[in-house]
């Protein structure tokens, strides 16, 4: 079984810039696209972006769009998240979460979640 460890997360100002981590453990990593998710309080947790198993297809959320970017290193058992130009909506807790099959905007198709970290962007 893959377990997923996020790591990253802080507080940064409006403007700023942020790169996630995702360590995820086990030889199956390069089976699963990866997700990245978040939840802000008193919300729903919503999709952030996605990356195929390969690494070469991304897809984002439209409000992130331009700002954030995926990468991966199969090699390591790594997924990133890049984000750049943050603003205070983007204040939320990060998840990185795996899955074989399924609608990637879906949170219940993925089978692998992190515990998630937390970041916060002061205007």
């Known amino acids: 079984q893959v377990q997923l460890v996020e790591s990253g997360g802080g507080l940064v100002q409006t403007g700023g810039s942020l790169r996630l981590s995702c360590a995820a453990s086990?030889?199956?990593?390069?089976?699963?696209?990866m997700g990245w998710f978040r939840q802000a309080p008193g919300k729903e947790r919503e999709f952030v972006g996605r990356?195929?198993?390969?690494?070469?297809?991304?897809n984002y959320a439209d409000s992130v769009n331009g700002r954030f970017t995926i990468s991966r290193d199969n090699t390591k058992n790594m997924v990133y998240l890049q984000m750049n130009n943050l603003k205070p909506e983007d204040t939320a807790v990060y998840y990185c979460?795996?899955?074989?099959?399924?609608?990637?905007?879906?949170?219940?198709?993925?089978?692998?979640w992190g515990q998630g970290t937390q970041v916060t962007v002061s205007s």
């Open positions: 979460a795996g899955q074989r099959i399924g609608a990637y905007t879906n949170t219940g198709t993925y089978e692998l």
């Open positions: 086990g030889r199956t990593f390069s089976n699963y696209a």
């Open positions: 990356i195929s198993r390969s690494g070469v297809g991304t």
